[in-house]
Antibody
Framework: EVQLVESGGGLVQPGGSLRLSCAASGFSFRIYSMNWIRQAPGKGLEWISYMTSDTRTIHYAASVKGRFTISRDNAKNSLYLQMNSLRAEDTAIYYC??????????WGQGTLVTVSS | DIQMTQSPSSLSASVGDRVTITCRAS??????LSWYQHKPGKAPNLLIYAASTLQGGVPSRFSGSGSGTDFTLTISSLQPEDFATYYC?????????FGGGTKVEIK
């Protein structure tokens, strides 16, 4: 069974940093592209970052480019999102998701990030 | 960036109703469109990809159609477990973008 479990969310002050993790199991993590997607309170889904299996191709949404960094460790079956210079508008549930041809076929349950003083 | 516009933003329907949600892309995305179902507190669920291909395990009452810029998700006979928010997403090219969502509520 495919499982994606996010962790690392919490309360952080504006301007602060946080690192999210996504632990994958039940599939060959090393051959799949992975993504981070978020949902702010009362809002819709927003894709924020993508990385290919070999880490050679990375994409970011304009809203996070230069502040967030996606990475992965295929030996540990894990995906990461380093979030710096956090803003109130980054408050959201953050999901990791596997993708095939840029469609998200499996998602985790999400981890909540709250940016507030 | 490719903008995705969904309509309606919400609808009320009864069990057994036929429900149609539309999604329009700001430029042609060929058939590179996916539909998701999202319930509160749950992970979103892929229903349809490549505009009309049903993801494994998804009931056949869900169907998708369209190509180019105009797409449709149809639920042929709404069931109690279908009350949720539905999103379209273009997977043609990054930045990957979602429609604003359609909340399907009980009438």
């Amino acid at each position: 069974e495919v499982q994606l479990v996010e962790s690392g969310g919490g309360l952080v002050q504006p301007g602060g940093s946080l690192r999210l993790s996504c632990a994958a199991s039940g599939f060959s993590f090393r051959i799949y592209s992975m993504n981070w997607i978020r949902q702010a309170p009362g809002k819709g889904l927003e894709w924020i970052s993508y990385m290919t299996s070999d880490t050679r191709t990375i994409h970011y949404a304009a809203s996070v480019k230069g502040r967030f960094t996606i990475s992965r460790d295929n030996a540990k079956n894990s995906l990461y999102l380093q979030m710096n210079s956090l803003r109130a508008e980054d408050t959201a549930i953050y999901y990791c998701a596997r993708s095939v041809n840029y469609a998200f076929d499996y998602w985790g349950q999400g981890t909540l990030v709250t940016v507030s003083s | 960036d490719i903008q995705m516009t969904q309509s309606p933003s919400s609808l009320s329907a009864s069990v057994g109703d036929r429900v149609t949600i539309t999604c329009r892309a700001s430029q042609s995305i060929t058939s590179s469109l996916s539909w998701y179902q999202h319930k509160p507190g749950k992970a979103p669920n892929l229903l349809i990809y490549a505009a009309s291909t049903l993801q494994g395990g998804v009931p056949s009452r869900f169907s998708g159609s369209g190509s180019g810029t105009d797409f449709t998700l149809t639920i042929s006979s709404l069931q109690p477990e279908d009350f949720a928010t539905y999103y379209c997403q273009q997977n043609y090219s990054p930045p990957l973008t979602f429609g604003g969502g359609t909340k399907v509520e009980i009438k």
